[in-house]
Nanobody, 126 residues
């Protein structure tokens, strides 16, 4: 099993930047996993923001964050990073790191991810 610890949330002004980290532990490797972030804003359902396949580096981005957010990974550190630039108030949410094999699953469906971080609050003020 995998434990995910995420960090990097905070309060920023619109137009600012934050970097989230999600570190995996409990297994020798996460190379076979997809890792990414979902977010859940006030009164909204949880939605996929971005995901990366550790083995290939293949990425997915929600349309709402394309061009502003970048996901990357460090294989040696078993850590994924989410660089968030040009932040908007509508980006305000709790961001949850997630990981899973997703052997036959859709990346956008939360139930297809077996492991979750504790969540970190991102607040963007205007």
């Amino acid at each position: 099993q995998v434990q995910l610890v995420e960090s990097g949330g905070g309060l920023v002004q619109a137009g600012g930047s934050l970097r989230l980290s999600c570190a995996a532990s409990g297994r020798s490797t996460v190379s076979s996993y997809y890792m990414g972030w979902f977010r859940q804003g006030p009164g909204k359902e949880r939605e996929l923001v971005t995901a990366i396949r550790f083995s290939s580096g293949s990425t997915y981005y929600a349309d709402s964050v394309k061009g502003r957010f970048t996901i990357s990974r460090d294989n040696a550190k078993k850590t994924a990073y989410l660089q968030m630039n040009s932040l908007k108030p509508e980006d305000t949410a709790v961001y949850y790191c997630a990981a899973g094999l997703l052997a036959f699953g859709d990346l956008s469906i939360p139930r297809n991810y077996a492991y979750w971080g504790q969540g970190t609050q991102v607040t963007v003020s205007s």
